[in-house]
Protein backbone atom coordinates (compact mmCIF):
# COMPACT_ATOMS: atom_id res chain seq x y z
CA UNK A 1 0.00 0.00 0.00
CA UNK A 2 2.85 2.51 0.87
CA UNK A 3 4.77 1.94 -2.40
CA UNK A 4 0.88 2.24 -4.32
CA UNK A 5 0.53 5.49 -2.84
CA UNK A 6 3.85 7.02 -3.22
CA UNK A 7 3.34 6.14 -6.90
CA UNK A 8 0.67 7.77 -7.28
CA UNK A 9 1.91 10.81 -5.06
CA UNK A 10 4.43 11.45 -7.74
CA UNK A 11 2.49 10.92 -10.67
CA UNK A 12 -0.65 12.82 -9.58
CA UNK A 13 -0.41 16.46 -11.06
CA UNK A 14 0.54 18.87 -8.13
CA UNK A 15 -2.47 21.01 -7.22
CA UNK A 16 -0.92 22.11 -3.97
CA UNK A 17 1.87 23.56 -5.69
CA UNK A 18 0.03 25.30 -8.76
CA UNK A 19 -2.69 26.67 -6.13
CA UNK A 20 0.78 28.17 -3.99
CA UNK A 21 1.80 29.90 -6.82
CA UNK A 22 -1.52 31.61 -7.20
CA UNK A 23 -1.67 33.13 -3.76
CA UNK A 24 2.15 34.35 -4.69
CA UNK A 25 0.84 36.04 -8.04
CA UNK A 26 -2.16 36.73 -6.77
CA UNK A 27 -0.83 39.04 -3.79
CA UNK A 28 1.98 40.36 -6.50
CA UNK A 29 -0.77 41.66 -8.16
CA UNK A 30 -2.55 43.34 -4.99
CA UNK A 31 0.38 44.68 -3.99
CA UNK A 32 1.51 46.48 -6.83
CA UNK A 33 -1.64 47.85 -7.21
CA UNK A 34 -2.31 48.79 -3.86
CA UNK A 35 0.66 50.85 -4.60
CA UNK A 36 0.40 52.24 -8.26
CA UNK A 37 -2.78 53.24 -7.37
CA UNK A 38 -1.57 55.90 -4.34
CA UNK A 39 1.10 56.85 -5.63
CA UNK A 40 -0.53 60.29 -6.27
CA UNK A 41 -1.28 60.28 -1.72
CA UNK A 42 2.27 59.35 -1.30
CA UNK A 43 3.66 62.31 -3.58
CA UNK A 44 1.61 64.63 -1.92
CA UNK A 45 2.36 63.90 1.89
CA UNK A 46 6.30 63.91 1.27
CA UNK A 47 5.92 67.23 -0.75
CA UNK A 48 7.81 66.58 -3.97
CA UNK A 49 7.66 67.47 -7.17
CA UNK A 50 6.95 65.57 -10.29
CA UNK A 51 10.47 65.21 -11.04
CA UNK A 52 11.10 63.97 -8.03
CA UNK A 53 8.89 61.18 -8.29
CA UNK A 54 10.26 60.03 -10.93
CA UNK A 55 13.67 59.35 -9.10
CA UNK A 56 11.49 57.37 -7.03
CA UNK A 57 10.05 55.58 -9.57
CA UNK A 58 13.38 55.45 -11.17
CA UNK A 59 14.76 53.74 -7.79
CA UNK A 60 11.84 51.10 -8.13
CA UNK A 61 12.93 50.17 -11.30
CA UNK A 62 16.44 49.64 -10.52
CA UNK A 63 15.40 47.56 -7.95
CA UNK A 64 13.60 45.29 -9.61
CA UNK A 65 16.41 44.97 -12.78
CA UNK A 66 18.66 44.05 -9.93
CA UNK A 67 16.47 42.06 -8.36
CA UNK A 68 16.16 40.25 -11.56
CA UNK A 69 19.74 39.45 -11.95
CA UNK A 70 20.46 38.32 -7.90
CA UNK A 71 17.55 36.04 -8.16
CA UNK A 72 18.51 34.28 -11.15
CA UNK A 73 21.63 33.35 -9.91
CA UNK A 74 19.97 32.46 -6.43
CA UNK A 75 17.35 30.13 -7.99
CA UNK A 76 19.98 28.82 -9.69
CA UNK A 77 22.17 27.67 -7.04
CA UNK A 78 19.28 26.97 -4.33
CA UNK A 79 16.26 26.14 -5.99
CA UNK A 80 13.72 28.67 -7.00
CA UNK A 81 11.25 27.91 -4.10
CA UNK A 82 13.91 29.68 -1.65
CA UNK A 83 12.45 33.17 -3.51
CA UNK A 84 8.88 32.87 -2.57
CA UNK A 85 8.50 33.22 1.32
CA UNK A 86 11.49 35.47 1.99
CA UNK A 87 10.81 37.88 -0.88
CA UNK A 88 6.96 37.95 -0.26
CA UNK A 89 7.70 38.91 2.93
CA UNK A 90 10.01 41.53 2.59
CA UNK A 91 8.00 42.87 -0.52
CA UNK A 92 4.85 43.76 2.09
CA UNK A 93 6.57 45.17 4.68
CA UNK A 94 8.90 47.28 2.08
CA UNK A 95 5.43 48.43 1.12
CA UNK A 96 4.06 48.93 4.62
CA UNK A 97 7.63 51.19 5.09
CA UNK A 98 6.72 53.08 1.42
CA UNK A 99 3.57 54.49 3.21
CA UNK A 100 5.62 55.65 6.68
CA UNK A 101 8.07 57.56 4.37
CA UNK A 102 8.07 61.30 4.17
CA UNK A 103 11.11 62.61 2.36
CA UNK A 104 12.49 61.69 -0.69
CA UNK A 105 15.45 60.12 0.22
CA UNK A 106 13.70 57.83 2.30
CA UNK A 107 10.94 57.24 -0.65
CA UNK A 108 14.03 56.39 -3.02
CA UNK A 109 15.53 54.04 -0.24
CA UNK A 110 11.97 51.77 0.58
CA UNK A 111 11.08 52.14 -3.44
CA UNK A 112 14.53 50.41 -4.32
CA UNK A 113 13.97 47.45 -1.31
CA UNK A 114 10.03 47.12 -3.27
CA UNK A 115 11.62 46.74 -6.75
CA UNK A 116 14.18 44.40 -5.40
CA UNK A 117 12.02 42.37 -3.42
CA UNK A 118 9.51 42.43 -6.35
CA UNK A 119 12.16 41.30 -9.05
CA UNK A 120 12.94 38.50 -6.54
CA UNK A 121 9.80 37.43 -5.95
CA UNK A 122 9.47 37.76 -9.77
CA UNK A 123 12.06 35.64 -10.61
CA UNK A 124 11.20 32.54 -7.91
CA UNK A 125 7.64 32.22 -9.04
CA UNK A 126 8.31 32.31 -12.71
CA UNK A 127 10.79 29.61 -12.24
CA UNK A 128 8.73 27.71 -9.93
CA UNK A 129 5.82 27.97 -12.01
CA UNK A 130 8.20 26.85 -15.11
CA UNK A 131 8.63 23.41 -13.16
CA UNK A 132 5.41 22.97 -12.03
CA UNK A 133 4.31 23.26 -15.74
CA UNK A 134 6.02 20.21 -16.52
CA UNK A 135 5.31 18.05 -13.78
CA UNK A 136 1.72 19.14 -14.53
CA UNK A 137 1.44 17.68 -17.61
CA UNK A 138 -0.54 20.61 -19.47
CA UNK A 139 0.18 24.26 -19.83
CA UNK A 140 -0.63 26.03 -16.64
CA UNK A 141 1.62 29.49 -17.27
CA UNK A 142 -1.22 31.56 -18.48
CA UNK A 143 -3.53 30.90 -15.28
CA UNK A 144 -1.39 31.47 -12.72
CA UNK A 145 -0.08 35.10 -14.62
CA UNK A 146 -3.91 35.23 -14.79
CA UNK A 147 -4.06 35.16 -11.00
CA UNK A 148 -1.72 38.26 -10.91
CA UNK A 149 -4.16 40.32 -13.02
CA UNK A 150 -6.91 39.39 -10.83
CA UNK A 151 -5.25 40.05 -7.91
CA UNK A 152 -4.22 44.10 -9.42
CA UNK A 153 -8.15 44.00 -10.34
CA UNK A 154 -8.99 43.08 -6.76
CA UNK A 155 -6.42 45.41 -5.26
CA UNK A 156 -7.56 48.71 -7.73
CA UNK A 157 -10.95 48.03 -6.10
CA UNK A 158 -9.80 48.17 -2.68
CA UNK A 159 -8.35 51.07 -3.23
CA UNK A 160 -11.75 52.55 -4.87
CA UNK A 161 -13.78 51.04 -1.73
CA UNK A 162 -10.89 52.59 0.92
CA UNK A 163 -9.88 55.98 -0.89
CA UNK A 164 -11.07 57.83 2.99
CA UNK A 165 -8.35 55.25 4.60
CA UNK A 166 -4.81 57.55 4.43
CA UNK A 167 -2.39 55.68 2.44
CA UNK A 168 0.12 55.33 5.09
CA UNK A 169 -2.94 53.19 6.83
CA UNK A 170 -3.34 51.49 3.75
CA UNK A 171 0.20 50.30 2.77
CA UNK A 172 0.71 49.21 6.56
CA UNK A 173 -2.66 46.68 6.82
CA UNK A 174 -2.28 45.83 2.65
CA UNK A 175 1.85 45.18 3.39
CA UNK A 176 1.15 43.59 6.78
CA UNK A 177 -1.18 40.67 5.18
CA UNK A 178 0.72 40.40 2.20
CA UNK A 179 3.89 39.42 4.73
CA UNK A 180 1.87 37.42 6.51
CA UNK A 181 0.43 35.07 4.28
CA UNK A 182 3.76 34.55 3.26
CA UNK A 183 4.51 33.39 6.54
CA UNK A 184 1.77 31.57 7.15
CA UNK A 185 2.53 29.28 3.96
CA UNK A 186 5.80 28.20 4.84
CA UNK A 187 4.61 24.53 5.48
CA UNK A 188 3.32 24.63 2.32
CA UNK A 189 6.44 25.48 1.00
CA UNK A 190 7.88 23.22 2.45
CA UNK A 191 4.98 19.90 1.77
CA UNK A 192 5.29 21.07 -2.32
CA UNK A 193 7.24 18.71 -4.48
CA UNK A 194 7.91 20.25 -7.72
CA UNK A 195 9.08 23.82 -7.12
CA UNK A 196 12.56 22.84 -7.85
CA UNK A 197 11.68 19.55 -9.94
CA UNK A 198 13.18 20.92 -13.10
CA UNK A 199 15.53 18.23 -13.60
CA UNK A 200 12.71 15.17 -12.78
CA UNK A 201 9.96 17.11 -14.33
CA UNK A 202 7.91 15.74 -17.07
CA UNK A 203 7.13 18.03 -19.52
CA UNK A 204 3.67 18.68 -21.52
CA UNK A 205 3.30 16.88 -24.94
CA UNK A 206 3.81 19.86 -26.68
CA UNK A 207 6.78 20.90 -25.22
CA UNK A 208 10.28 21.71 -26.59
CA UNK A 209 12.99 18.71 -25.45
CA UNK A 210 15.60 20.79 -26.24
CA UNK A 211 17.99 23.21 -24.38
CA UNK A 212 18.07 27.09 -24.84
CA UNK A 213 21.05 28.81 -26.37
CA UNK A 214 21.63 32.31 -25.66
CA UNK A 215 20.92 33.51 -28.99
CA UNK A 216 17.11 32.65 -28.00
CA UNK A 217 17.27 33.45 -24.83
CA UNK A 218 18.05 37.16 -26.15
CA UNK A 219 15.29 36.63 -28.57
CA UNK A 220 13.03 35.70 -26.15
CA UNK A 221 13.91 38.40 -24.53
CA UNK A 222 13.09 41.18 -27.11
CA UNK A 223 9.63 40.12 -27.86
CA UNK A 224 9.14 40.02 -23.66
CA UNK A 225 10.05 43.61 -24.04
CA UNK A 226 8.12 44.25 -27.41
CA UNK A 227 4.66 42.92 -25.61
CA UNK A 228 5.16 45.11 -22.33
CA UNK A 229 5.52 48.23 -23.98
CA UNK A 230 1.99 47.41 -25.26
CA UNK A 231 1.55 46.63 -21.42
CA UNK A 232 2.82 49.45 -20.43
CA UNK A 233 0.97 52.20 -22.99
CA UNK A 234 -2.22 50.74 -21.91
CA UNK A 235 -1.20 51.67 -18.33
CA UNK A 236 0.13 55.03 -19.15
CA UNK A 237 -1.35 56.22 -22.15
CA UNK A 238 -4.41 54.45 -22.98
CA UNK A 239 -6.65 57.20 -20.62
CA UNK A 240 -4.52 59.90 -22.57
CA UNK A 241 -5.61 58.61 -25.64
CA UNK A 242 -9.03 58.49 -24.99
CA UNK A 243 -8.95 61.99 -23.67
CA UNK A 244 -7.62 63.17 -27.05
CA UNK A 245 -10.51 62.17 -28.54
CA UNK A 246 -12.31 64.58 -26.47
CA UNK A 247 -14.31 61.64 -24.16
CA UNK A 248 -15.03 62.60 -20.46
CA UNK A 249 -12.33 61.26 -17.70
CA UNK A 250 -14.91 58.57 -17.03
CA UNK A 251 -14.93 57.16 -20.56
CA UNK A 252 -10.90 57.54 -20.75
CA UNK A 253 -10.81 55.34 -17.69
CA UNK A 254 -12.82 52.74 -19.23
CA UNK A 255 -10.00 52.30 -21.53
CA UNK A 256 -7.70 50.56 -19.38
CA UNK A 257 -10.56 48.48 -17.69
CA UNK A 258 -11.39 47.31 -20.76
CA UNK A 259 -8.23 46.11 -21.84
CA UNK A 260 -7.12 44.84 -18.10
CA UNK A 261 -10.40 42.72 -18.41
CA UNK A 262 -9.60 41.55 -22.02
CA UNK A 263 -5.77 40.27 -20.85
CA UNK A 264 -7.61 38.39 -17.65
CA UNK A 265 -10.05 36.75 -19.66
CA UNK A 266 -7.37 35.89 -22.60
CA UNK A 267 -4.90 34.13 -19.60
CA UNK A 268 -8.08 32.17 -18.55
CA UNK A 269 -8.41 30.22 -21.69
CA UNK A 270 -4.54 30.67 -22.26
CA UNK A 271 -3.83 27.08 -21.52
CA UNK A 272 -6.30 25.48 -23.41
CA UNK A 273 -5.50 27.56 -26.04
CA UNK A 274 -2.21 26.97 -25.67
CA UNK A 275 -2.38 23.16 -25.18
CA UNK A 276 -4.76 22.72 -28.35
CA UNK A 277 -2.82 24.99 -31.33
CA UNK A 278 0.73 25.17 -29.57
CA UNK A 279 2.20 28.10 -27.94
CA UNK A 280 3.79 29.48 -31.27
CA UNK A 281 0.57 29.65 -33.62
CA UNK A 282 -1.42 31.10 -30.37
CA UNK A 283 1.17 34.38 -30.01
CA UNK A 284 1.26 34.73 -33.60
CA UNK A 285 -2.89 35.25 -33.83
CA UNK A 286 -2.70 37.35 -30.38
CA UNK A 287 0.08 39.55 -31.91
CA UNK A 288 -2.01 40.20 -35.09
CA UNK A 289 -4.78 40.51 -33.19
CA UNK A 290 -3.46 43.26 -30.80
CA UNK A 291 -1.51 44.75 -33.70
CA UNK A 292 -4.82 45.17 -36.01
CA UNK A 293 -7.16 45.74 -33.31
CA UNK A 294 -5.79 49.10 -31.41
CA UNK A 295 -4.07 49.81 -35.88
CA UNK A 296 -7.69 49.80 -36.33
CA UNK A 297 -8.48 52.00 -33.15
CA UNK A 298 -5.91 54.77 -33.75
CA UNK A 299 -7.41 55.14 -38.32
CA UNK A 300 -10.63 55.38 -37.09
CA UNK A 301 -10.04 58.04 -34.29
CA UNK A 302 -13.58 57.60 -32.79
CA UNK A 303 -13.89 57.04 -29.10
CA UNK A 304 -15.88 53.60 -29.52
CA UNK A 305 -13.17 52.42 -31.92
CA UNK A 306 -10.40 53.38 -29.82
CA UNK A 307 -12.04 51.69 -26.77
CA UNK A 308 -12.36 48.72 -28.87
CA UNK A 309 -9.02 48.57 -29.46
CA UNK A 310 -6.70 49.01 -26.04
CA UNK A 311 -9.67 46.16 -25.32
CA UNK A 312 -8.16 44.48 -28.34
CA UNK A 313 -4.62 44.88 -27.40
CA UNK A 314 -5.12 43.33 -23.89
CA UNK A 315 -6.58 40.31 -25.58
CA UNK A 316 -3.91 39.35 -27.83
CA UNK A 317 -1.00 40.25 -25.37
CA UNK A 318 -2.63 38.44 -23.03
CA UNK A 319 -1.03 34.54 -23.72
CA UNK A 320 2.57 36.33 -25.08
CA UNK A 321 4.21 36.72 -21.79
CA UNK A 322 3.25 33.09 -20.50
CA UNK A 323 4.69 31.62 -23.38
CA UNK A 324 7.54 33.32 -23.14
CA UNK A 325 8.53 32.79 -19.77
CA UNK A 326 7.55 29.01 -20.28
CA UNK A 327 9.90 28.72 -23.41
CA UNK A 328 12.56 30.71 -21.39
CA UNK A 329 12.47 27.92 -18.99
CA UNK A 330 14.21 25.43 -20.84
CA UNK A 331 17.07 27.36 -19.86
CA UNK A 332 16.86 27.48 -16.17
CA UNK A 333 16.40 30.30 -14.00
CA UNK A 334 18.40 32.38 -15.24
CA UNK A 335 17.20 32.24 -18.64
CA UNK A 336 13.77 32.94 -17.25
CA UNK A 337 15.39 36.41 -15.33
CA UNK A 338 17.16 37.42 -18.40
CA UNK A 339 13.56 37.38 -20.04
CA UNK A 340 12.00 39.30 -17.61
CA UNK A 341 14.28 41.81 -17.07
CA UNK A 342 14.97 42.49 -20.92
CA UNK A 343 10.92 42.51 -20.91
CA UNK A 344 10.84 45.07 -17.96
CA UNK A 345 13.04 47.30 -20.28
CA UNK A 346 10.46 47.67 -22.52
CA UNK A 347 7.69 48.06 -19.76
CA UNK A 348 9.48 50.65 -18.14
CA UNK A 349 11.13 52.86 -21.33
CA UNK A 350 8.09 52.23 -23.30
CA UNK A 351 5.83 54.72 -21.75
CA UNK A 352 8.58 57.51 -22.29
CA UNK A 353 9.51 56.62 -25.79
CA UNK A 354 5.44 57.39 -26.47
CA UNK A 355 5.77 60.55 -24.95
CA UNK A 356 8.65 61.58 -26.55
CA UNK A 357 6.87 60.62 -30.07
CA UNK A 358 3.79 62.17 -29.04
CA UNK A 359 5.66 65.38 -28.09
CA UNK A 360 6.60 65.84 -31.71
CA UNK A 361 3.71 63.91 -33.41
CA UNK A 362 -0.18 63.23 -31.78
CA UNK A 363 -0.87 60.92 -29.10
CA UNK A 364 -2.23 59.19 -31.59
CA UNK A 365 0.47 58.56 -34.13
CA UNK A 366 2.60 57.71 -30.92
CA UNK A 367 0.98 55.04 -30.40
CA UNK A 368 1.72 53.48 -33.71
CA UNK A 369 5.24 52.16 -32.05
CA UNK A 370 2.68 49.46 -29.69
CA UNK A 371 1.17 48.62 -33.07
CA UNK A 372 4.21 48.02 -34.75
CA UNK A 373 6.15 46.09 -32.34
CA UNK A 374 3.05 43.81 -32.25
CA UNK A 375 2.85 43.17 -35.53
CA UNK A 376 6.78 42.73 -35.51
CA UNK A 377 5.97 39.61 -32.70
CA UNK A 378 3.55 37.92 -34.39
CA UNK A 379 6.01 37.71 -37.82
CA UNK A 380 9.01 36.69 -35.59
CA UNK A 381 7.59 34.94 -32.94
CA UNK A 382 7.88 31.29 -34.83
CA UNK A 383 11.72 31.83 -34.47
CA UNK A 384 11.51 31.75 -30.46
CA UNK A 385 9.11 29.22 -30.59
CA UNK A 386 9.07 27.03 -32.56
CA UNK A 387 10.03 23.62 -31.78
CA UNK A 388 13.50 22.49 -32.26
Given at each position: ?????????????PA??R????????A?????????A?????????????GQ??????????????????????????G?????????????????V??Q??????????A???GL???????????????V??V????????????????????????A??????????????????????????P??Q?C?????A??????????????P???????G?L????????????D??AV???????????A???????????M??????????????????????????A?????G??L?????A????M??????????P????????G????????????????L????????L??V????AS???????A?A??L???R?????
Open positions: MTAIASVEQRTAPRDWLLIGVFTLGVGMALWGRIPAVKAAAHISNLSIVLLGAALGIVIGLQIGGRLAHRYPSRLLVGPTVGFGLALALGCRTLSTLVLAGLFTHGLLDVGSNACAVNERYRRRIMASVHCAYSSGAMVGAALVVTAWVPHDVAFAIGGGAIALAALAAVVVATCLDAEQASEPADAPKTTLRTGVWLLAAAAVLLGEGAAAWSHLRSLGTSEATALAYALYSAAMTGRLVGDRLTTRFGPMAVVRAGAAIAAGLGTLVGTPVALGGWALGLGLSTAVCLISAAGRGPRAVAAVAATGYVGLTGPAAIGAASTTVSLALPVVLAVATAHALESR
